[in-house]
Nanobody, 121 residues
């Protein structure tokens, strides 16, 4: 059974930091690339950061230099370290494969519940 469980979100002041974690059923471990996405009301999931099985990383321009994606294959965990947070970083953050995992049994793209990040003073 596929599962993606994100954690670590919360309310933080501008300039603060958070570290998000993602536990998965193995689809992250098996994928060529894993990623963090962000969704805000009325918008689609936005790709924030990607990491390949070879540990190459890529970031959205808006987060370059502030966010760091990493993965621990031994524990099958994906992380997103977020520093110097800005109000525009606010949103629900999801982990997934890149491209996102398609569940053929349910005929839809699979998403976990995400973790809410709110950056506000």
């Amino acid at each position: 059974q596929v599962h993606l469980v994100e954690s670590g979100g919360g309310l933080v002041q501008p300039g603060g930091s958070l570290r998000l974690s993602c536990a998965s059923s193995g689809i992250i471990y098996a994928a060529n690339a894993a990623a963090w996405y962000r969704q805000t009301p009325g918008h689609e999931h936005e790709l924030v950061a990607t990491i390949t099985s070879g540990f190459n990383t890529r970031y959205a321009d808006s987060v370059k230099g502030r966010f760091t994606i990493s993965r621990d294959k031994a524990s099958n965990t994906l992380y997103l370290q977020m520093n110097s947070l800005k109000p525009e970083d606010t949103g629900i953050y999801y982990c997934n494969t890149d491209p996102p995992y398609y569940d053929h049994f349910q005929a839809r793209t699979f998403w976990g519940r995400g973790t809410q990040v709110t950056v506000s003073s």
